[in-house]
Structures are given as structure tokens and as C-alpha cells.
């Protein structure tokens, strides 16, 4: 079908008259007998790697399986946080891949997801973070991803509400910057996704849990059971988050992942007060501030495993304990909200893009607590997995093999856990 | 916050206790005789159940002692809890 473009001029002309006759953003599809390939989750992740497939591997006869509605779990309940400053090779590669395709993502889906390098800081409090960060910046700039030490002075420069005094608990004592990182606007990037792909011919099917895994004599997929009706497909991947697993384990294959549930809140809307995003992984403090004005703050995981999606006050007591010290003049603001999301946590906290043991069944997962980031590098390597039946040269690291191979890629770069 | 009941020592608030994940993992009794695939089902693979889930937790700012708990990871309601080295008791479902 045609698709309207947006542009300045459609806006105009669209607002002249009233902002009547913008079409849905894309078709509410009934689930076929067959497709080609079956994505099994409606977030970035999965929504993307449909539109890959069909944009860069020619398949269209593509579905893509939500069980409640598109971007609605952790794609629409995370912190918007863009950045690839990880320490080793696999997982600079990976990250930097994806920060380089959010440069350009708006114009590839002609939907502006708001993506906004406005630079990510992170703090170093203690002589171990200044050290283990310099390795990082080191290690960055020798894989061609921008980082640069700065002094606390410099940070405050950067970041005017920042404290650097030394009368707080955990002081400043330098930071770590990446400009090129900042935030996106997450509904958007499902929304994108998901109107870019309908265009090339993808049925979105939202409702729509899968509930059995069928194979074939050969051990292959075959087809899926789900809760509107049998849908057969050859390739199937899934992107399905802290409900991996759950979907994994219907197809006998076990993953090394455990979910927990991941909080953030935000604030009353403000004006502009903060230019970037500030993250300290030692006390646990993620910040920014959204275009709406609102303060978008993350909190840690929980300390159990758990499919409610919400979690416990406490924690997120104790993040806003650390905001509070660096950034004083946010003592007397109130939150407005507070939301949890069930992330899959591997045991190296780096993700999996893989095959599966199962001929036909692919898996993307185990992002944990930091997955938003990696959304379009990520959907792009695993549209490429699932259509070559082989691993992306970025991806190939990833896989669920290295867990017994010893080949595990510990990345302590990650946010919110422990390590 | 959960109410966890300590089996040594009651109904304390979640900040006491640390996670110690999935219960009744026995340590291989032949180590040497584990293959690669058998430590990293060890290891690395969890049950990572979404419904009732038998875990271990720790009363780290109490009396010090691991027990066990089951609860049920879809509500976080919990159905039991048990010293370390007993089986499970019943519990409604």
C-alpha cells in the first residue's frame, strides 16, 4: 500500500487542514496460515529484525508475534540511553555498530525517533572507577569509539547541576564522556520500526501469545502454536526479553538467562536543566532529561528473579539517595512515576544473537539491563542470522556456546547489576 | 518490599536478606567427571521459572544463615519457607 512520507511540507500541509487524512501508521494484520520467517516478540529488537529481513534479505512474507501490544515491554519501559563505550573488542563492535546506525535511523524509516547524541557521562567515584574507566577510554579509542577522561571541573563544565564538592559520600573525582551517546525517543523506535516494516509487507499481530513450538522428525521448526491459532514458519527467532526462556523452553532449549525486574521513574516536567546523560554506575544513579521535560531517572535491578514487572520502593530510594547528592537542586522535586521492566541478565552480562540448537530457531536476548542502546545494531545482525542461517562477523561472538567453551565476554561496562 | 520469615528467626523486611537464587542445586559429587556440557548446565543454566520457583535467600543482616523459600515469580507472593537441607513443604497452590 502507499504510504504517506513525512516531511516538513506534509506537516504544513497536513496542520492547514486540520491534521485530517494521516493515515494508520500500519495495518492491525491477521495472523496467516504460513510465513516465511516468524519473529516471536513485538519490541525494537524484534520489530526491527522484521524489518531487516525484509529490507535487506528480501523476505516479506514475514510476521512478527506480540503477545500484548508493540513496544510495550521493555522497549517502552527503559531509560532511552545510547551509548558504546564497552570495554572489549566483541562488544565495542556490536554497540558501536548500532550507535552508528541511530545516527541515520531516522531518515532510513522517514519517522524521527528523536535520537539525540547529547553526550554520556560517567562517573568516577573512587580510585578503582578512575582507573577501570582511563582502561576504558584507552580500550575505546583503540577500537575507534570516542571517550575522553575529564576532570571534575571539566564534568562540571559538561554538566552544569553536577556537584563536585568533596562533602558528599562518594565525591566526583573525574568522569568518563561519550559524546556521540545520548538518548532516543523509545515509542518511537517501535513505532518506526513498525510502520517501516508494514510498509515493506510485514504482518504486525499484536494479542498474540505463542504457547507451543512445533518441530518436525528432523528436530526442525515447523510451526507455532499460538493463542489465535497454529502459524507455520520455517525460521522462527526470538526476541521475546525477560520471556525468553519462558518461549525457549517450549522448544527444549535452555538459556543460560534469569529475569529480574528493572525500575525507573521519572519527575514533574521541568524546563531544560540538564544537557546530558549523566550515569554512575557505583552509586547507581542514571540520568536525563526527556523533551518533555520530565527528569528520566534508572534505577538498579532487584535483588530476586521475577516476571511481575514492578519492583520493590527500596530501590529505587536508593537511587534517587545518589541523585540527590550529585545534583542538590533536585532535592525538592517530585516523581510521577515509577514502572519495571523484566530484563533477561546472562551470567557475562553481554547479550546473545544466535542460533539455537534447534534447526530454524534463532535467539536474540539476554540485552539485561541495558538493551534500548543496541535496538537497530542488534535487529540488523539478527535478520542477518535468521536469513543466512549464520552469524553476522559482529555477532558471531555472541553466541549460547560460549558459556561451555569458556569464551564468555565479561563485560562490567554494563549498568544496574552487580559484578 | 517482600516480608521474608526467616525459618531461624521470623517475618523480617527484604533489606535483611540477600538472593541466593535457584534452590537445590546439589555440587557435582565426581567434579573430575563432569564433561563441558554437565558444568555448564551447572554453572550457568537456571530453571528461570515464571510460577512457583524454589530459591534460596540469606539472612545477611540477621542471624547469617541461608534457608529456602518458594514463591511464586508471576506475583511474588510467597508459598513457603524452609530450612537448608529440608525438602519443601506443602504449600497451597
Same mark, same amino acid.
Given at each position: 500500500?502507499?504510504?504517506?512520507?513525512?516531511?516538513?511540507?506534509?506537516?504544513?500541509?497536513?496542520?492547514?487542514?486540520?491534521?485530517?487524512?494521516?493515515?494508520?501508521?500500519?495495518?492491525?494484520?491477521?495472523?496467516?496460515?504460513?510465513?516465511?520467517?516468524?519473529?516471536?516478540?513485538?519490541?525494537?529488537?524484534?520489530?526491527?529484525?522484521?524489518?531487516? #529481513?525484509?529490507?535487506?534479505?528480501?523476505?516479506?512474507?514475514?510476521?512478527?508475534?506480540?503477545? !500484548?501490544?508493540?513496544?510495550?515491554?521493555?522497549?517502552?519501559?527503559?531509560?532511552?540511553?545510547?551509548?558504546? *563505550?564497552?570495554?572489549?573488542?566483541?562488544?565495542?563492535?556490536?554497540?558501536?555498530?548500532?550507535?552508528?546506525?541511530?545516527?541515520? #535511523?531516522?531518515?532510513?524509516?522517514?519517522?524521527?525517533?528523536?535520537?539525540?547524541?547529547?553526550?554520556?557521562?560517567?562517573?568516577?567515584?573512587?580510585?578503582?572507577?578512575?582507573?577501570?574507566?582511563?582502561?576504558?577510554?584507552?580500550?575505546?579509542?583503540?577500537?575507534?569509539?570516542?571517550?575522553?577522561?575529564?576532570?571534575?571541573?571539566?564534568?562540571?563544565?559538561?554538566?552544569?547541576?553536577?556537584?563536585?564538592?568533596?562533602?558528599?559520600?562518594?565525591?566526583?573525582?573525574?568522569?568518563?564522556?561519550?559524546?556521540?551517546?545520548?538518548?532516543?525517543?523509545?515509542?518511537?523506535?517501535?513505532?518506526?520500526?513498525?510502520?517501516?516494516?508494514?510498509?515493506?509487507?510485514?504482518?504486525?499481530?499484536?494479542?498474540?501469545?505463542?504457547?507451543?513450538?512445533?518441530?518436525?522428525?528432523?528436530?526442525?521448526?515447523?510451526?507455532?502454536?499460538?493463542?489465535?491459532?497454529?502459524?507455520?514458519?520455517?525460521?522462527?527467532?526470538?526476541?521475546?526479553?525477560?520471556?525468553?526462556?519462558?518461549?525457549?523452553?517450549?522448544?527444549?532449549?535452555?538459556?543460560?538467562?534469569?529475569?529480574?525486574?528493572?525500575?525507573?521513574?521519572?519527575?514533574?516536567?521541568?524546563?531544560?536543566?540538564?544537557?546530558?546523560?549523566?550515569?554512575?554506575?557505583?552509586?547507581?544513579?542514571?540520568?536525563?532529561?526527556?523533551?518533555?521535560?520530565?527528569?528520566?531517572?534508572?534505577?538498579?535491578?532487584?535483588?530476586?528473579?521475577?516476571?511481575?514487572?514492578?519492583?520493590?520502593?527500596?530501590?529505587?530510594?536508593?537511587?534517587?539517595?545518589?541523585?540527590?547528592?550529585?545534583?542538590? *537542586?533536585?532535592?525538592?522535586?517530585?516523581?510521577?512515576?515509577?514502572?519495571? !521492566?523484566?530484563?533477561?541478565?546472562?551470567?557475562?552480562?553481554?547479550?546473545?544473537?544466535?542460533?539455537?540448537?534447534?534447526?530454524?530457531?534463532?535467539?536474540?536476548?539476554?540485552?539485561?539491563?541495558?538493551?534500548?542502546?543496541?535496538?537497530?545494531?542488534?535487529?540488523?545482525?539478527?535478520?542477518?542470522?535468521?536469513?543466512?542461517?549464520?552469524?553476522?562477523?559482529?555477532?558471531?561472538?555472541?553466541?549460547?556456546?560460549?558459556?561451555?567453551?569458556?569464551?564468555?565476554?565479561?563485560?562490567?561496562?554494563?549498568?544496574?547489576?552487580?559484578? | 518490599?517482600?516480608?521474608?520469615?526467616?525459618?531461624?528467626?521470623?517475618?523480617?523486611?527484604?533489606?535483611?536478606?540477600?538472593?541466593?537464587?535457584? /534452590?537445590?542445586?546439589?555440587?557435582?559429587?565426581?567434579?573430575?567427571?563432569?564433561?563441558?556440557? /554437565?558444568?555448564?548446565?551447572?554453572?550457568?543454566?537456571?530453571?528461570?521459572?515464571?510460577?512457583?520457583? /524454589?530459591?534460596?535467600?540469606?539472612?545477611?543482616?540477621?542471624?547469617?544463615?541461608?534457608?529456602?523459600?518458594?514463591?511464586?515469580?508471576?506475583?511474588?507472593?510467597?508459598? /513457603?519457607?524452609?530450612?537448608?537441607?529440608?525438602?519443601?513443604?506443602?504449600?497451597?497452590?
Amino acid at each position: 500500500m502507499s504510504r504517506q512520507s513525512f516531511s516538513a511540507l506534509a506537516l504544513i500541509r497536513r496542520g492547514l487542514s486540520g491534521h485530517l487524512g494521516w493515515q494508520k501508521q500500519w495495518r492491525k494484520a491477521e495472523p496467516k496460515a504460513a510465513y516465511d520467517a516468524v519473529i516471536v516478540g513485538g519490541g525494537g529488537h524484534g520489530l526491527g529484525a522484521a524489518y531487516y #529481513l525484509a529490507k535487506e534479505h528480501g523476505l516479506t512474507n514475514i510476521a512478527v508475534l506480540e503477545k !500484548g501490544w508493540i513496544g510495550g515491554g521493555n522497549t517502552g519501559r527503559n531509560t532511552t540511553i545510547i551509548r558504546s *563505550n564497552y570495554l572489549f573488542n566483541e562488544s565495542a563492535a556490536l554497540y558501536d555498530h548500532s550507535v552508528k546506525m541511530w545516527e541515520t #535511523l531516522s531518515q532510513e524509516l522517514n519517522y524521527n525517533v528523536m535520537f539525540s547524541p547529547r553526550g554520556v557521562m560517567m562517573l568516577a567515584h573512587t580510585v578503582h572507577d578512575i582507573q577501570v574507566f582511563k582502561r576504558h577510554v584507552h580500550a575505546n579509542r583503540c577500537n575507534g569509539v570516542d571517550n575522553e577522561w575529564l576532570e571534575p571541573e571539566q564534568a562540571k563544565e559538561f554538566c552544569p547541576p553536577l556537584n563536585i564538592e568533596d562533602n558528599i559520600r562518594y565525591p566526583v573525582l573525574g568522569a568518563a564522556l561519550q559524546r556521540r551517546g545520548g538518548t532516543a525517543r523509545h515509542d518511537a523506535v517501535a513505532w518506526g520500526y513498525a510502520r517501516a516494516a508494514d510498509a515493506l509487507g510485514v504482518d504486525i499481530i499484536e494479542n498474540c501469545e505463542v504457547t507451543g513450538i512445533k518441530r518436525d522428525e528432523g528436530g526442525a521448526v515447523r510451526a507455532l502454536e499460538t493463542s489465535r491459532g497454529l502459524i507455520r514458519s520455517r525460521k522462527v527467532g526470538v526476541s521475546a526479553a525477560g520471556n525468553t526462556s519462558v518461549v525457549l523452553r517450549l522448544a527444549g532449549v535452555r538459556l543460560p538467562l534469569e529475569s529480574y525486574p528493572l525500575q525507573a521513574l521519572v519527575s514533574e516536567p521541568i524546563k531544560p536543566i540538564f544537557p546530558c546523560v549523566v550515569m554512575s554506575n557505583t552509586i547507581h544513579a542514571y540520568i536525563s532529561q526527556s523533551d518533555k521535560g520530565e527528569l528520566v531517572i534508572g534505577a538498579g535491578t532487584d535483588a530476586y528473579t521475577s516476571y511481575t514487572q514492578r519492583g520493590a520502593l527500596h530501590i529505587n530510594t536508593h537511587t534517587l539517595d545518589a541523585i540527590c547528592e550529585l545534583f542538590p *537542586n533536585f532535592r525538592r522535586m517530585r516523581m510521577l512515576r515509577n514502572w519495571g !521492566g523484566i530484563v533477561d541478565v546472562t551470567p557475562d552480562r553481554s547479550p546473545i544473537i544466535a542460533k539455537t540448537p534447534v534447526p530454524g530457531l534463532y535467539v536474540n536476548c539476554g540485552w539485561g539491563t541495558g538493551g534500548f542502546k543496541a535496538t537497530p545494531g542488534s535487529a540488523h545482525v539478527f535478520a542477518w542470522t535468521i536469513a543466512r542461517d549464520e552469524p553476522h562477523p559482529i555477532n558471531a561472538p555472541f553466541t549460547i556456546e560460549r558459556f561451555r567453551d569458556g569464551y564468555l565476554i565479561d563485560e562490567a561496562a554494563a549498568a544496574a547489576v552487580a559484578h | 518490599m517482600l516480608l521474608i520469615v526467616c525459618p531461624y528467626c521470623g517475618k523480617r523486611p527484604e533489606i535483611e536478606f540477600t538472593y541466593g537464587g535457584q /534452590a537445590h542445586l546439589a555440587r557435582p559429587v565426581k567434579p573430575a567427571e563432569l564433561d563441558d556440557q /554437565a558444568w555448564t548446565d551447572f554453572l550457568y543454566m537456571r530453571a528461570n521459572t515464571k510460577g512457583v520457583y /524454589a530459591e534460596r535467600w540469606r539472612h545477611a543482616r540477621g542471624c547469617g544463615r541461608f534457608f529456602n523459600a518458594v514463591r511464586d515469580t508471576t506475583t511474588d507472593q510467597f508459598l /513457603a519457607f524452609y530450612k537448608t537441607g529440608e525438602r519443601p513443604p506443602k504449600y497451597p497452590k
